[in-house]
């Protein structure tokens, strides 16, 4: 594994494999050579029509895959107090919340600034946002590598999610079906790649009124500890 990958690393110590990776120098200066090289890939690679190919299969785990390492590492997970998880990208460029804070507070008048977490993925560490989302009652955030983490939530949970434009991509609704997630989408908000996504009032109403909606339709369902 590379040195460079600080998530990688914290993988391999959470699963005990220290003693049997190679960490290696990334610089383009040095040379590996591998006798073997085994390459794991969950793509179907035996489609003969074109328009079978579905090029975002890289970033679509099939559901045995997602079932695994929930049933490695949520064991391994701290309780934490329930609360709506609101992910922030604001120490990114790319597909930030405009007016975050604005958000933020209407959340809290709403739910109680007790039971509202904004959630930054580079200030915890690969532990501890497992155990944030595992406790999460609902996440709400932008499409980005924060939103991953869902993959750690308890079943039921649901998940207000902001997406790209254009929306050429359903990996996050693929992620939360594998887990059991009721996943809901706020059109209102939408970003390019490397845009931002830009509030106002209108937008902010949105995604309290999807917000409120999401909790009124799984009120009935129980969030289920488990490991899949």
């Known amino acids: 594994v590379s040195t460079q990958s600080t998530w990688v690393r914290e993988i391999v110590l959470l699963m005990g494999l220290e003693e049997r990776i190679l960490v290696y120098n990334a610089k383009p ?20 029509e074109p328009h079978q190919v579905n090029v975002w ?3 679509q785990p099939p559901k045995v895959s ?3 390492i929930r049933e490695f590492f949520l064991p391994l997970v701290t309780p934490l107090p329930p609360r709506i998880v609101l992910i922030s990208r604001s120490d990114v460029s790319s597909r930030r919340l405009e007016r975050e804070d604005d958000l933020f507070i209407r959340l809290q008048e709403l739910y109680g600034s007790s039971t509202i977490l904004r959630h930054s993925g580079s ?3 690969l532990l501890e946002q497992m155990s944030i989302f595992h406790a999460a009652t609902m996440v709400i955030g932008p499409h980005g590598a924060g939103m991953t983490s869902i993959m750690f939530c308890k079943k039921g949970t649901p998940v207000v999610y902001f997406p790209m434009y254009p929306i050429v991509d359903y990996n996050f ?17 939408r970003a390019g790649l490397h845009g931002k996504y ?3 009032d209108d937008s902010i109403a949105a995604i309290v009124r999807t917000v409120e909606a999401a909790f009124a339709a799984t009120a ?3 969030c289920v500890d488990s490991e899949v």
Do not use: I
């Not at 200066?29 to 003969?48: I, R």
């Not at 609704?173 to 908000?189: D, I, K, R, Y």
């Open 29 to 48: 200066s040095t040379c590996y050579a591998f006798k073997k090289l085994y390459f794991a890939d969950w793509q179907q690679l035996h489609h003969t």
């Open 57 to 59: 299969a890289t970033y």
């Open 66 to 68: 997602v079932d695994l």
């Open 123 to 125: 200030k915890h560490t």
């Open 173 to 189: 609704g693929h992620l939360s079906s594998a887990v059991g997630l009721p996943f809901w989408v706020v059109p209102e908000m």
């Open 198 to 200: 830009r509030m106002n």
């Open 220 to 222: 009935h369902l129980d």
